[in-house]
Nanobody, 116 residues
Framework: QVEIVESGGGLVQPGGSLRLSCAAS????????MRWYRQAPGKERELVAQ????????NYADSVKGRFTISRDNAQNTVYLQMNSLKPEDTAVYYC?????????WGQGTQVTVSS
């Protein structure tokens, strides 16, 4: 049974940091590229960051470049999103996604709220 569980969200002040985790099970994690998406109220879901199956390649949305870092630990079947210098516009539900060709798995999301 495939499971993808995000954690680490919460309320943080502008300029603060959070580290999101995404724990996966039920599939061969090391063969899947992993992505973090986010969806703010009233907006479409957007791709924030992605990492290749080996971890050798990463890509980021322009809006988070230099502030967010995606990483993975294939031994622990976990992907991370380190978020620094958070802004109110980063407020959203953050989703973890695993993709291998046409196979896609989603987590349930974790809320991140950036507010003073």
């Amino acid at each position: 049974q495939v499971e993808i569980v995000e954690s680490g969200g919460g309320l943080v002040q502008p300029g603060g940091s959070l580290r999101l985790s995404c724990a996966a099970s039920g599939f061969t994690f090391s063969t899947y590229a992993m992505r973090w998406y986010r969806q703010a109220p009233g907006k479409e879901r957007e791709l924030v960051a992605q990492i290749s199956s080996s971890g050798a390649r990463t890509n980021y949305a322009d809006s988070v470049k230099g502030r967010f870092t995606i990483s993975r630990d294939n031994a622990q079947n976990t992907v991370y999103l380190q978020m620094n210098s958070l802004k109110p516009e980063d407020t959203a539900v953050y989703y973890c996604n695993a993709i291998n060709r046409s196979i896609v798995y989603w987590g349930q999301g974790t809320q991140v709220t950036v507010s003073s």
